[in-house]
């Protein structure tokens, strides 16, 4: 097939309850940094084009992670493309003695590998504008690509608020503008003042995080840390839930850490994020209202002691 020698692919179908939708494994090569970079599309039912959400990992992760999460918005009209991220991937524990694993989490969680990240996403919708105007291929027409959101959890969220254009200590600004909103899991502030890196920022932006949401590998970012991002953004379509008693891997899916996950979260977590990628990737204005009605949060499953603000 036409372009399509250096992909790897597979295509199957899943059953859910409202829909069928697929899955697609796609490897494609960044011959400039002669990097593979794997990806997983969900797919939804309809074949017309439709909104395209992106998903960066936390570290050690994969593209298979927060299945959770792509499955679902496949099955609202979504495009969910789940990035896979060398350097600071799965690979990075997978093959070492377990007592040297947060020793090599920690390693991975550099500059280089940050950076690589961001050029990964910037590759990746790249790649998607061109397959989605090849004839051939598995996604030709399907996507909407003028309405792309990005999220991410934990090092996946540092990417997605760094292409948002948070501003570092020189003041540069790496976003992208090709982004329309930004949905962070475990958000977290870096080195700069919030104000300075996010007080400027005029995207839609819903960040998550709970109140027992710390860091694997940096004991400075505290669950009071993160809301922090939250609280230095300008107002206008800026939205926050704070779970209680949410814990950082309540956020993800990995079995390796499903023991103490609350299992209220993933629920509110599908509702409240599909609500607000139908609010701005769809500019549904019906979904907007319902962000800010006094339903929501009966109705995304929130508990008294969560905290649900926007401005």
């Given at each position: 097939?036409?372009?399509?020698?250096?992909l790897?692919w597979i295509?199957f179908?899943?059953?859910?309850a409202?829909?069928?939708?697929s899955e697609?494994?796609?490897?494609p090569v960044?011959?400039?940094?002669?990097?593979?970079?794997?990806?997983?599309?969900y797919?939804?039912?309809?074949?017309?084009?439709?909104?395209?959400?992106?998903?960066?990992?936390?570290l050690?992760?994969?593209?298979?992670?927060?299945?959770?999460l792509?499955t679902h918005?496949?099955?609202?009209?979504?495009v969910?493309?789940?990035?896979?991220?060398?350097?600071?991937?799965?690979?990075?524990?997978?093959?070492?003695?377990?007592?040297?694993?947060?020793?090599?989490?920690?390693?991975?969680?550099?500059?280089?590998?940050?950076?690589a990240r961001?050029f990964d996403?910037?590759?990746?919708?790249?790649?998607?504008?061109?397959?989605?105007?090849?004839e051939?291929?598995p996604?030709?027409?399907?996507?909407?690509?003028d309405?792309?959101g990005m999220s991410?959890?934990s090092?996946?969220?540092?990417?997605?608020q760094?292409?948002?254009?948070?501003r570092?200590g020189?003041g540069?600004?790496?976003?992208?503008p090709?982004?329309?909103?930004?949905?962070?899991?475990?958000?977290?502030?870096?080195?700069?003042?919030?104000?300075?890196?996010?007080?400027?920022?005029?995207?839609?932006?819903l960040?998550?995080?709970?109140t027992?949401d710390?860091?694997p590998?940096?004991?400075?970012t505290?669950?009071?840390?993160r809301?922090?991002m939250?609280?230095?953004?300008?107002?206008?379509?800026?939205y926050?839930v704070?779970?209680?008693?949410?814990?950082?891997?309540?956020f993800?899916d990995?079995?390796?850490n499903?023991?103490?996950?609350?299992?209220?979260?993933?629920?509110?977590?599908q509702?409240?994020?599909t609500?607000f990628w139908?609010?701005?990737?769809r500019?549904?204005?019906t979904?907007?209202?319902k962000?800010?009605?006094?339903q929501?949060?009966?109705e995304?499953g929130?508990?008294a002691k969560d905290?649900?603000?926007?401005?």
């Amino acid at each position: 097939m036409k372009n399509l020698a250096k992909l790897a692919w597979i295509v199957f179908s899943l059953s859910h309850a409202r829909a069928a939708e697929s899955e697609i494994l796609l490897e494609p090569v960044d011959e400039e940094r002669k990097r593979t970079v794997p990806i997983k599309v969900y797919l939804p039912a309809s074949t017309g084009p439709q909104p395209v959400v992106l998903f960066s990992h936390g570290l050690g992760g994969s593209r298979e992670g927060n299945s959770y999460l792509g499955t679902h918005w496949a099955k609202n009209g979504y495009v969910a493309v789940f990035l896979q991220h060398p350097g600071s991937d799965e690979s990075v524990w997978r093959d070492t003695p377990p007592r040297e694993r947060m020793t090599a989490l920690k390693e991975a969680a550099n500059g280089a590998n940050f950076l690589a990240r961001l050029f990964d996403v910037r590759f990746v919708i790249d790649q998607l504008e061109r397959w989605n105007a090849e004839e051939e291929h598995p996604l030709a027409g399907r996507l909407d690509i003028d309405h792309i959101g990005m999220s991410g959890h934990s090092f996946g969220a540092r990417t997605t608020q760094t292409l948002m254009g948070q501003r570092f200590g020189n003041g540069r600004s790496l976003g992208d503008p090709r982004l329309d909103a930004f949905l962070p899991l475990s958000p977290s502030v870096g080195r700069n003042s919030p104000g300075e890196a996010f007080g400027h920022i005029s995207a839609p932006v819903l960040a998550m995080t709970g109140t027992l949401d710390d860091s694997p590998i940096n004991p400075e970012t505290t669950p009071d840390s993160r809301p922090k991002m939250y609280a230095a953004l300008p107002p206008g379509d800026k939205y926050q839930v704070v779970f209680d008693k949410g814990q950082h891997f309540d956020f993800g899916d990995s079995r390796r850490n499903h023991a103490d996950r609350s299992p209220r979260i993933h629920p509110a977590v599908q509702q409240l994020s599909t609500l607000f990628w139908d609010a701005y990737l769809r500019q549904d204005e019906t979904a907007k209202a319902k962000l800010r009605s006094p339903q929501l949060r009966e109705e995304a499953g929130l508990v008294a002691k969560d905290a649900w603000d926007w401005k």
